[in-house]
């Protein structure tokens, strides 16, 4: 027998009374009813069997991609916990060996707890007075962790990470009931998945790219210990820090303790412990402000994709819930936009990013209604410190304007209530009207001042005299003749004109436009054929491509596909209990299709176009467009009084865009006329540049019956 003493006689009785614990509470484990009776031991082992459940299926937050319309291009990622999950045969052997000899030597042995971690960490605590050692095994470390990002409150956050006995025996409880579930090869997977290693690395997978810009698979023996080495003190042992002497000392300790285990060879750890740490550090992309300075104007389109994600159902019952899904829900977002045509469209624009007037363009896809392209004259950051004084007369001396730099959503799909659309919306009274029945050639002689007696006296009057005279469909529109439309939409009627205008996705975002809208109101606004309602170039687009589409209304999406985790679509439940999948169009038929047709044909007038069944009356608004885009083109010019802002909406078969000129901070700075040519290049230069290659389709020509 040893000479050398247990313990002093002051100590004897404590370290025995700790190891004594120890074992009576692995015991309390083992037979957890031995304590309990009746209905509370049913009611606490049905809660751990759920609980037990739940970590089996639990599986932590994990990095949104958002892609290229190629599908392998990454635009940037979203995430508040920098994880991509990663199956154990696609990790090193070396990880998998370092984290089991810097946490748990003995994991392949125990059965979720170690007993001899237990009455170990009991003798040490005791001795120190304090807590000096701990007793969690790689199980009850990844149920603490699965606890925690399970937690659906405040209060289970708490639960499953406060520092108490309950907490620990409680975790010691369902590691043993885990084990019993899951294989170690499973629990080492998830553990490694869900640790945190530092320097944002949540999981092996961002571990291994952020400290060394590989994959888990590539991981050396000496890499793999210096990230098993970070999870007992992520700060204290992070090598990024400028002195890397703590960060090597555990390291060279993990590397002894894969010797002592037998993972490397006493020679192997030798060497890799003279090596020092050579980090190749990576900073990955997080949210639309961090996409690459080479697709800048994709910014636009990234934050209308968070917009749009923010109002779907599919990920949420609230703003906070959806958003926090697209950083946690680990998807893979394809966007819809043709770089080919975006790259037209920011091309094409005719005002730079020094204008304080925002010139815009969006393109939408007939038939589906996916966003094809988001441009405007702006450079997407968030630093708006070189930004001018705002020219808002009214906003303060620190106001910024919002040119050359800005994130605000000028385009659409936002909370901007947008810009006054002028005489595009003359086609919503004539599309209304062709759907009740009215034909092409209703005919009025519509005088330079007309006084409507259904809106109280109200007498607007046409921008030329030249405008006077007998008008029908064609010509009216083709001409843009106000009277003319005034007069349409009282005999159909200014409420079902603004519903229509509804049911093509537009809507009402400030006071005086909810207000003329209301049904108290709407059958008075005279006024709304003229366009004095604001609308962005996102519902316009989309508007006039249901128009393209034969009346087929799609909502504006900016995804072709949206995958689950493990590679499903995602999908939503409609009213009825039907799935479909999230990124799919949803259409519906909101005209009929020879209404479309005739209003398509009508809109071939303004253009130049030559429409297949009426005259067009000798002249057009924007009679250059057919020539740019050398193909079949419909559309329709707008500007507001002095050319506020001016507007042009156009579309082929295969395309819908609508481009705008305005300043967003102050309405009333005037464009002016030379410059409403602006929004009519951008959309014939757009249309031609995107169809480029692509075979001339033609307009379907409207019936004899609603041609009258």
């Known amino acids: 027998m040893s000479n050398r003493p247990l313990a002093s006689a002051g100590r004897a009785v404590p370290l025995l009374r700790a190891g ?4 009576i509470v692995i015991a309390a484990l083992a037979y957890p009813m031995v304590a309990v009776t009746g209905l509370g031991a049913k009611a606490t082992a049905h809660a751990t069997e759920a609980k037990t459940k739940l970590l089996t299926k639990a599986l932590p937050a994990e990095t949104s991609y958002l892609y290229l319309p190629d599908g392998k291009t990454v635009l940037t ?3 508040e916990e920098y994880r991509q999950y990663t199956k ?9 060996q370092a984290i089991v000899a810097a946490e748990d030597s003995r994991f392949y042995q125990h059965k979720g707890v170690d007993p001899k971690g237990v009455v170990r960490a009991f003798v040490a605590n005791a001795r120190s007075s304090g807590v000096s050692q701990g007793a969690s095994t790689l199980t009850m470390q990844y149920v603490r962790m699965a606890l925690r990002d399970s937690a659906t409150t405040p209060k289970e956050v708490q639960e499953a990470t406060q520092q108490t006995s309950l907490r620990k025996i409680r975790e010691m409880r369902l590691a043993m009931d885990l084990e019993k579930e899951l294989s170690k090869e499973d629990i080492i997977e998830r553990y490694l998945n869900s640790a945190y290693f530092g320097h944002r690395a949540y999981g092996i997978y961002a571990a291994s790219e952020i400290f060394f810009s590989k994959t888990p698979k590539d991981l050396t023996p000496v890499e793999a210990a210096t990230l098993a080495g970070l999870v007992k003190s992520p700060s204290q042992y992070d090598p990024a820090t400028s002195d890397q002497k703590e960060a090597t000392a555990r390291r060279n300790y993990v590397l002894d303790r894969m010797s002592q285990l037998g993972y490397l060879s006493p020679d192997a750890a030798t060497a890799a412990k003279g090596e020092p740490i050579r980090l190749k ?6 949210d639309c402000a961090a996409v690459p300075e080479k697709y800048n104007s994709w910014g636009f389109i990234c934050d209308y994709l968070k917009n749009w994600w923010s109002a779907q159902p599919a990920f949420g019952e609230n703003r906070l819930e959806r958003m926090d899904k697209l950083r946690r829900g680990g998807y893979r977002i394809v966007l819809s936009i043709d770089p080919k045509i975006q790259e037209a469209a920011q091309k094409n624009l005719g ?4 204008s304080p007037f925002a010139n815009g363009i969006v393109v939408s896809e007939p038939g589906t209604g996916r966003v094809k392209a988001m441009a405007v004259n702006r450079t997407y950051s968030l630093d708006l410190s070189e930004n001018p004084q705002s020219s808002n007369p009214e906003a303060g001396p620190k106001v910024k304007a919002n040119y050359p730099n800005t994130v605000a959503p000028l385009l659409g799909g936002g909370d901007l209530p947008g810009y006054q659309a002028g005489s595009t919306f003359k086609m919503f009274p004539m599309l209304a009207a ?3 029945g009215m034909p092409l050639s209703t005919s009025f002689n519509a005088p330079h001042r007309y006084q409507s007696a259904i809106y109280d006296g109200w007498a607007p009057t046409n921008a030329s005299g030249a405008m006077s005279g007998m008008q029908t469909m064609w010509s009216g529109f083709g001409k843009s003749v106000n009277t003319y439309f005034v007069w349409l939409e009282e005999r159909v009627g200014a409420d079902k004109a603004v519903r229509l205008a509804e049911q093509l996705g537009l809507r009402w975002r400030t006071d005086v436009d909810k207000e003329q809208a209301s049904p108290s109101k709407v059958k008075k606004w ?3 054929t003229l366009g004095v309602s604001d609308a962005t170039p996102l519902e316009m687009a989309n508007a006039y491509a249901a128009i393209a589409a034969d009346g087929r209304y799609c909502e504006a999406i900016p995804v072709q596909g949206i995958f689950n985790r493990d590679g499903t679509p995602a999908t939503y439940s ?9 990124a799919k169009p949803r259409c519906r038929q909101v005209v009929t299709a020879d209404a479309a047709r005739a209003a398509t044909d009508a809109a071939r007038c303004p253009t130049g176009d030559t429409p297949a069944r009426g005259s067009c009356g000798g002249w057009s608004t924007a009679d250059s467009v057919r020539g740019t885009v050398g193909r079949p083109v419909a559309g329709k010019t707008g500007t507001t009084d002095s050319t506020r802002s001016a507007w042009f909406v156009g579309y082929t078969p295969e395309l819908a865009a609508a481009s705008f000129i305005s300043d967003p901070d102050n309405p009333f700075n005037a464009v002016g006329d030379g410059q409403s040519q602006i929004p009519i290049s951008a959309v014939a230069e757009t249309l031609r540049d995107g169809l480029k290659g692509k075979p001339t389709r033609q307009f379907t020509p409207p019936s004899d019956a609603i041609v009258g």
Not at 574 to 582: D, F, L, N, Y
């Open 526 to 528: 005279g006024a709304f």
């Open 77 to 79: 990622m979203f995430y």
């Open 434 to 436: 062709l759907n009740e």
């Open 20 to 23: 004594l614990i120890a074992g």
């Open 88 to 96: 154990l045969s696609d990790m090193s052997p070396n990880i998998q």
């Open 281 to 286: 550090l990576t900073d990955p992309p997080n």
């Open 351 to 354: 005002a730079g990013t020094g």
């Open 574 to 582: 409609t009213a009825s209990g039907i799935s479909r999948e999230v």
